[in-house]
């Protein structure tokens, strides 16, 4: 087993896809995490939505809170600083963010599931940098996908029908300096993600540790033009463990680096809301029989996943 979390150059999909694939596939099996080096997601594009992200974070909070949705969930908009808790966890983690989702067409039947987007009126750049980062990260997600599915072979865009309406999720994320002496080193609790696969940009920052296989925390901070992906509990179900859905947490660094901010942003891949999580075949062996018999829609599993870090 590797002691480091690997990082791929994505181009080889292109050049050499069964080389990518099967060092992508060995990567997600044994760390459930990789980084993704050129990407092709143009670096003022990123620069461009971190800086309206910041600006946004930067507003006092009751111009914020105007944008939380009640009883939404925090599926769109604003949520505030000191809700969100890790599942099992005792203290809430010490973050405020936004979410960002698909913007559906006015006919689409998601729309009982998927509510439309809310906008900060106050930083009228922030709608287009947002969504113009969201999908540059839904078409790389959708890459990384079409390479698991050949390494457990399925057709190469088996995804692709089932997440091309995705309730996928863009969470700018602000951590606020930790300045007293009496709250958690933690800033976001040991957790595993709900959807298909997350795909970070802006880890640059140290705080980002995966737990290994042997039951050690691993720091994992990229390099400025890597991406880092990982596989969530979705994922994880449909392929009955082949991908670990890997336990990760956001640390506070030590020193002075721990009272200044720190910003991220996920994206969170989800399958389209009615498609049905059942164990793939292919996945079900002797030596790993099927954890699953009780398929679930990926709207019912979002749902009992979000009761149970207090977000509904």
């Known amino acids: 087993m590797s002691s480091v979390i690997p990082t791929l150059d994505i181009r080889r999909f292109d050049s050499d896809r069964d080389a990518f694939v099967a060092e992508l596939g060995a990567a997600y099996r044994e760390w459930g995490f990789a980084g993704i080096r050129h990407h092709g997601i143009p670096q003022d594009l990123i620069d461009g939505a971190y800086d309206a992200f910041q600006r946004f974070f930067a507003l006092p909070a009751e111009v914020k809170k105007k944008y939380h949705v009640p009883g939404g969930g925090g599926a769109r908009g ?60 839904d078409e790389l997600g959708s890459r990384v996908l079409s390479a698991l599915a050949l390494h457990i072979g399925l057709p190469q865009n088996w995804f692709a029908d089932k997440t091309d309406a995705g309730n996928s999720i863009l969470r700018p994320i602000h951590y606020p300096p930790i300045t007293a002496d009496d709250i958690p080193n933690v800033r976001a609790g040991a957790h595993e993600d709900i959807n298909l696969i997350t795909l970070l940009v802006g880890a640059s920052a140290a705080g980002l540790e995966v737990l290994s296989r042997k039951g050690d925390w691993v720091p994992f901070t990229a390099d400025a033009d890597t991406i880092v992906v990982n596989i969530g509990d979705m994922l994880q179900r449909l392929t009955n463990h082949v991908y670990p859905s890997t336990t990760h947490r956001v640390v506070n660094p030590p020193g002075d680096e721990a009272r200044q901010p720190r910003y991220s942003t996920p994206f969170f891949l989800h399958p389209n809301p009615d498609f049905l999580i059942d164990v793939l075949p292919s996945c079900i062996t ?14 019912g599993y979002l749902e009992q996943r979000l009761r149970e870090i207090k977000l509904i």
């Open 286 to 299: 002797p030596d790993n029989p099927n954890r699953y018999p009780e398929p679930i829609t990926a709207q």
């Open 78 to 137: 604003y949520t505030p600083f000191g809700v969100e808790t890790a599942k099992d966890s005792k203290h809430f983690d010490l973050k405020e963010f936004w979410h960002v989702g698909r913007e559906l067409p006015a006919d689409s039947h998601y729309r009982q599931v998927m509510a439309d987007n809310q906008w900060p009126e106050e930083v009228p750049e922030f709608k287009h940098q947002a969504l113009a980062l969201y999908g540059a990260l």
